[in-house]
């Protein structure tokens, strides 16, 4: 018999989706910008350490902000 992986909803950008349980803010981004070298991260309206996307797991009801950052003149 196949195991199904558990599942939570979490706010992403403004849009509740669903994902495994165990995932971190890490493999959101790389979801979400798979080639991004210049984002920022808010987890329930608090900015994130990028050192701390690998380790920080999301949970059920989190709100993940994940934005791009634009130079220009």
Known sequence: MMSVEPTILIALNG???????ATSIASLVQRTLPNARAYAVEL?????????????LVAAGDHVEI???VGGG
């Open 15 to 21: 849009v509740e989706v669903s994902v495994p349980a």
């Open 67 to 69: 934005v791009t950052l």
């Open 44 to 56: 329930n309206r608090v900015v994130l350490a990028r050192r701390d996307h690998g380790t920080r």
